[in-house]
């Protein structure tokens, strides 16, 4: 039987990040599924759906580390539960990589080489964007705060 500090010292420890991975994974597997259902990909065409939800799901994942790790520190919990979980469980790897096998099999080569490399190229061009854009935005807001004499916890100060 675990005494109260054993439970205690679980619940502070890695616990309750499994739980929100866990949480957070569900979320974004749900949404990546509803989106599919919204728009069915047509056989042997180009899989937008799938390269919709990467490259939006990397555009967030941008966004979300700047805010994270720069602009506030937020809750221990926050950064899984969104990052691993959510956008984790919503963006697809599996699903790319079945695409590109499934166009590559309906013998459209140039097509599975086409969306492999849109994918990826778009993927990272998303990340990069909306973090610089993350990042810009953030120095502009707390830059009008400190002007403004309200404060700001943005880089390196405290909240």
């Known amino acids: 039987m675990r005494t109260g500090t054993e439970r205690r ?9 499994v739980l929100v991975v866990a949480l957070g994974g569900a979320l974004g597997a749900l949404a990546r599924y509803g ?8 056989e042997g065409g180009f899989p937008w759906t799938t390269w919709t939800v990467n490259v939006l799901g990397c555009a967030a994942m941008g966004v979300l580390m700047v805010l994270v790790t720069e602009v506030r520190q937020p809750h221990r919990l926050i950064r899984p539960f969104l990052g691993t979980g959510v956008l984790g469980g919503f963006t697809t790897f599996s699903a790319y990589a079945l695409d590109v096998h499934r166009l590559a099999d309906a013998g459209r080569l140039p097509l599975a080489a086409a969306y492999a490399a849109a994918t990826l190229l778009g993927a990272l061009a998303a990340v990069w964007a909306a973090a610089g854009a993350t990042r810009w935005l953030a120095g502009r807001w707390t830059s009008g705060r400190r002007a403004s004499g ?10």
């Open 9 to 17: 010292e679980r619940w502070s420890g890695e616990g309750p990040v």
């Open 150 to 159: 309200r404060g700001g916890a943005g880089r390196g100060e405290a909240s």
């Open 35 to 42: 989106a599919g259902l919204v728009r069915p990909v047509a």
